[in-house]
């Protein structure tokens, strides 16, 4: 059965020459790598979870290819009710880690290249499809895990690539060879990528006519020669390298480990090249994977809220405010906005319909508004949180003070709330509230799988104003009402 171990998930990133800098550092293993250890630890228990039978149904999936059972993450969706099962599978997730657990960026990366294979060659004659079917296969069989790069560094944000002053800041083809190409650029805030298997180069916007270099979809090892990760800083990261209760998530981190990667001008075998100066499809690429991407955050931050919410009500009972009728308010809002997103987001899927190439996508309109919404309400759910469990979250020492005999005593003393529970707990669970709740968080619910703008430009686009207008227009004078209402039409009584 091509499900991972876990433990086999970490030999195989062991076994790869991963070139990655950390802290401005080459290091010899990410593996083994403090800052990174985290994020490999949660990708770690999507290869776990696949593996324990009461998960079997949400983790797992069979494979159209093969008819195997294979893990979920590497699957083509075949149904609403396989895009139901994602966001139930990422809340889960989220529940187990309070985090990112990376593995979805690949796999929406998956189905937009599975789609959009299929589609050019519909209009072009191409074999693209086929092509990565045989590379989806291997996916599958071998369970890897992919990191989609998607987002250019972009440069002049009022330029277009082949605009730039520097040609790079968006990839690009340098040079076709017979069997292959050579790509060049960077792709920004890599969620995964430094522990991934394998990198899936999406073009990172539309593309005219005049920018065949730029619209380019292929498949990199990411210890492929030139590929170079450089990893990015977090709120409070250098914590991860102390031991005790300051750490916030110590096993699981924060969000998905993000990092610049590099391709130095790196060969792409033809086999792994999937889209090669269509630039028409681009923007179908680009749309398809986000919109997918966007109804995942209902499920995935709807298990972080969760988490988030243990954790507040936890430090309630530590405060002893929980009977107080204001904090049960505080905390039904916490549920309120927590499952108003989760809702949206299992709508979407259930509402999902049939693409060209048989695959399934969620309705683009609830999508979009999941993120919208997210925006707003992972901010708001930390505002609350902060605000029951109050400003010791900013104020209280660090774990060293625990340790010092000179002072321990105090610390213990002044920061003991309700007797029933001990200081180190409203230590451990207030790190947790103020880890998961700052900056690094909020940016990635505000950017992550698009700006805000972005699902506010693609709503208007799917909201069919016009059409309201219509309903409007049909509500107030009933033009095509049937003869025999009991109140006529205004227009019908105007004549
Ligand atoms: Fe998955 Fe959510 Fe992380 Fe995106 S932010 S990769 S949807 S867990």
């Known amino acids: 059965m091509p499900l991972k171990t876990p433990g086999q998930y970490v030999e195989s990133l062991r076994a790869m020459k991963i070139r990655a800098y950390v802290g401005g550092e080459l290091v010899e293993s990410v593996v083994d790598h403090p800052l990174v ?13 696949a593996h324990l039978p009461e998960h079997q149904d949400v983790m797992t999936a069979i494979s159209h290819l093969s008819g195997e059972r ?15 099962k994602k966001i139930q599978m990422l809340r889960l997730l989220g529940q187990v880690t309070g985090t990112c657990f990376q593995r979805c960026v690949g796999l929406d990366a998956l189905n937009a290249t599975y789609a959009v294979t299929f589609e050019i060659d519909r209009d072009k004659g191409t074999d693209y499809h086929e092509r990565f079917k045989k590379y989806l296969a291997r996916v599958q069989e071998e369970d890897l895990m992919l990191a989609g790069a998607m987002t250019d560094p972009k440069g002049h944000r009022a330029k277009k690539p082949g605009d730039q002053a520097d040609p790079d800041q968006y990839v690009r083809v340098v040079e076709q060879r017979p069997d292959g190409v050579v790509i060049r650029g960077a792709k920004l805030h890599n969620t995964g990528g430094i ?8 073009p990172g916007t539309g593309m005219q006519p005049g920018e065949e270099a730029y619209a380019i979809a292929c498949a990199v090892p990411a210890d492929a020669p030139g590929v170079i990760f450089v990893f990015g800083r977090q709120s409070n990261d ?11 998530n110590p096993r699981f981190g924060v969000v998905g480990g993000e990092a ?34 966007r109804a995942n955050y209902g499920g995935c931050k709807g298990g972080n809220a969760d988490v988030l919410i243990g954790a507040t009500a936890k430090m309630t009972r530590i405060l002893g405010t929980e009977r107080n009728a204001i904090v049960k308010d505080k905390l039904i809002e916490m549920v309120h906005l927590t499952e108003t997103t989760y809702a ?20 683009p309109i609830l999508a979009n508004t999941v993120k919208q919404n997210i925006t707003r309400n992972v901010y708001e759910i930390g505002r609350l949180s902060h605000d029951l469990a109050g400003g010791f979250l900013a104020t209280m020492p660090g774990s060293e003070s625990l340790d010092n005999p000179d002072i321990s005593e105090w610390v213990r003393k002044y920061y003991t709330a309700s007797p029933d529970y001990d200081v180190n707990e409203r230590i451990d669970f207030g790190r947790y509230i103020e880890n998961m709740t700052s900056v690094t968080t909020l940016v990635e619910a505000m950017h992550g799988a698009g700006s805000p703008q972005a699902q506010r430009i693609a709503m208007l686009g799917q909201a069919n104003i016009d059409k309201k207008i219509a309903m409007a227009e049909e509500v ?11 109140l006529p039409t205004r227009r019908q009584t105007d004549n």
């Not at 522990?195 to 999406?202: G, I, R």
């Not at 250098?238 to 916030?248: N, T, V, Y």
């Not at 949206?344 to 309705?363: E, N, W």
């Open 37 to 49: 250890a985290p994020h490999i630890n949660t990708v770690a228990k999507t290869y776990e979870l």
């Open 70 to 84: 294979i893990h979920r993450y590497t699957h083509i969706f075949q149904s609403p009710e396989d895009l139901v």
């Open 195 to 202: 522990n991934s298997h394998e990198v899936l180069v999406l």
């Open 238 to 248: 250098s914590r991860k390298l102390e031991k005790g209760c300051d750490i916030g």
């Open 260 to 293: 610049m990667i590099v391709f130095d001008d790196v060969f792409v075998p033809t086999e792994r090249v999937f889209l090669n100066g269509e630039v028409e499809h681009c923007a179908t690429m680009v749309n398809y994977f986000a919109t997918w991407h």
């Open 344 to 363: 949206s987001a299992i709508g979407s899927s259930a509402l999902g319909y049939k693409l060209p190439c048989g695959s399934f996508m969620v309705d």
């Open 476 to 486: 107030i004078y009933g033009t095509s009402d049937v003869p025999g209402l009991p």
